[in-house]
């Protein structure tokens, strides 16, 4: 079994990172684990469910802001606020997807801008709670020695994206994974054989928002200070479309192609601001006019692997030979 | 008197946001998708404007002689040559497509003009103003800009109604497989209704860009308005932009009054209530189903 | 003279083959008429010809010039027009506007809006109401006068009775012969058989996207036919 084989060394070579990396490879890892988990969530949600949010930032921010309450408010260890902020933003998604889940399309899309736009201001308004638009400082952080504080969030970055792929493998095999199919092909169709199309979506959006939510946690450790306008900014769902679609939408191996990419473009570009967030957004317009599939897309077709194998073989019995 | 002028505020804003989504509204009527562009549209008409006045030595609105047709151009081919070729792949590439032009659009002002607020200048237009009761004055600028909003929802309706190539819009809205057995090729609609939106959006860019200043990145949030105009007035409804618009305008400026941080977050609650009560806005479809 | 011509014409739907290897022909003033069970390609053979679904081989004739490929929108300024299954009105347009998108792509000839309210006077009184308003009978009167309307050299039309009760049909089926009298060709395609093999001068019986009888349908071996229907091998 060659695929375990490469998944168990890749996955050792990570675990041992600390031991022989330098800090600023370890610093690299932690990005790249915390993008590649916000692009899951969002992949699961567009490449899987139909459902093309543009506002995953709210969970971000929310996750962000769980942090600053929950350690610098309640005293917890800033790195146990991880699952919490994720249950929290998954708490907050539910009556999110009441209101959301009424609009179609494109309009859920903006409706899902609309309410990341909503905190945004909110946080902003909370002068005396939240810090209004300078924010606050995850000052407790500050108790750690940095070495072990980077190699904390190291491992927890690392325990987020295994949670969010393995998530998604083990979403896309189940039953859920089955339905979502059936939506993605026709949701009438889907209704029409049984599947109970939202509340099938509403899981999906559920566990993207904890899995966003861990994730924006985990960015504000590393950064400390959580600024509304930071936190709740679209460039965070600008960034993750970006690597999804060039990775390869509904795919779990594209995520991983896409982050890589990205995160040696912005190290490539680095230095001219606008100019990388032009290219970003024409690269976005050439993918889906000429490769909607992606990179993953253009690497499959020309060779059958896959890293993940979700879809499911077809039993001989059914695959017949047409007959003339 | 305070109440009253707030009032008056309002609905006069809601003007410059009824304008503001009639653009979105009309694309969203005839192809069902919403251009998340939009916003940054409109902000680049304000600077295309703005490039007129100085090179032509033109005022704002007589530039719009020139705005107008560039515009309509500029719509015509993203739809034409971009957007539809991704047609037939359901909602979301076109979502991601316009989403991807507005990076593209707000970084592009970003190099070209740089990061400083700009503003359009019509010799004292912006600044004057009508009293209408003691105490009770009203801009002129808002109120050409209420007028405008209303010669073009009219206009809009005259060509939907009587001409063929407005039935023709109506049809393609409604069956574009249909329509294509009429002789009609839809994506040519298409792209005229998005040319039409952006000549519209050419307006609208001028008009907003003499009341306030503007950078280039003030796009997102001029879509957020735009959206929030439909979606309270009704998706895909042109008359129910009015209102739509004026709801808006009320609310913010009526949260503004109260307090000046929830100008913006009133607004948003506003839509947000009117989501949960009415899901399909307050006049479905009403016009060019009419 | 043939007007229609189709060559080892083959469909699909992505993978799936809806028509394979079908080959026919309408005279000018002919009237074909198309049977077979369900599924068996009745309307994606309209709609091949019509050119709302590329040909994946073969060739579709019209006086002679090759049309395969060519998108809908241009084949109804060159003379084809369809009266689609299910009648599907316009909903946001009025009755008259209905029949007047018709003509959009400005072909001249005899059908004007007048001919069409003598065809069928009852749409008169109903002009200005929204197509969905109407009863099946007067919605699918309004798909016919709206292919009409283009002033076609070749009409198809699919499953015109379908969900009508038969008084309607047969007044639907009355003005055919007016219809055909203009000299267009006619492509009719039924559930019932006996109402199209009355009108038709020829039929064409489909199974499973193939051609596997045709003949005129004067003196036609019944037996023959209902076997080719149903797919009994003979
Ligand atoms: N849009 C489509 N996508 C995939 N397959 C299709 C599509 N439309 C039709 N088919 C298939 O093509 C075959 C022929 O369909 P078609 O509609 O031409 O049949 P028909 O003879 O008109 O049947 P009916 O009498 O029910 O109208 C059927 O097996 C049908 O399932
Ligand atoms: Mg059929």
Known sequence: MPRILILAGLGLVLLSLPLWGSGYQQRSVVEFLYFLSLAMAWNLLAGYAGLVSIGQQAFVGIGAYALVVLAEDLGLNPFLTLPLAAAVAALAALPASWLLFRLQGAYFAVATWVIAEVLRLAANASIDWLGGGRGRAVRSLGGFERGLREDITFYAALALAAVAVAGAVWLLRSCTGLGLMAIRDSEPGAQAVGVETTRTKRRVYLFAAAITGAAGALIYITQINVRPDAAFSVNWAAYVIFIVVIGGIGTIEGPIIGTLIFLALREALSGLEGWSMLIFGAIAIAMMLFAPRGIWGLVTERWNIALFPIRRQMPARFIEKETT | MIVLSTLVSGVLLGGFYALLGLGLSLTFGIMRTVNLAHGDLVVLASFLALAVTQMLGLSPLVSLIVLVPVMFGLGYALQGLVLNRVLKDGMMPAVIITFGLAFVIQNGLLMGFSADRMVLRQGTLETAGVTLLPGLTVGVLPLITLGAVLALMAGLQLLFRYTLIGRAFRATSDDPQIAALMGIDPKHVYALAMGLACAIIAVTGVLMGMRSNFSAFDGPIRLIFAFEVIIIGGMGSLNGVLVGGMILGLSQVIGGALNPSWFQLTGHLATLAVLIVRPSGLFPETIDRS | MTLLHLENVAAHYDQFQALRDISLSVAAGETLAVVGSNGAGKSTLMKVICGALPASAGRVRLNGQDIAGQPAHRLTAQGIAMV???????????????????????????????????????????????????????????????????????????????????????????ALPDIAAEGMGLLIVEQDINRSLSVAARFCCLMEGRVNLTGPCADTDRKALMDAYFGVSA
Not at chain 3, 144 to 150: D, K, P, Q, V
């Open chain 3, 84 to 174: 689609p299954e299910g009648r599907r009105l316009f909903r946001s347009l009025t009755v008259e506007d209905n029949l007047r998108i018709g003509a959009y792509a400005g072909r001249k000839g005899p059908w004007t809006l007048e001919r069409i309210y003598q065809l069928f006077p009852e749409l008169v009184k109903r002009r200005d109401n929204r197509g969905l308003d109407l009863s099946g009978g007067e919605q699918q009167m309004v798909a016919i006068g709206r292919a009409l309307m283009s002033n076609p050299q070749m009409l198809l039309m699919d499953e015109i009775s379908l969900g009508l009760a038969p008084i309607v049909v047969n007044q639907i089926y009355r």
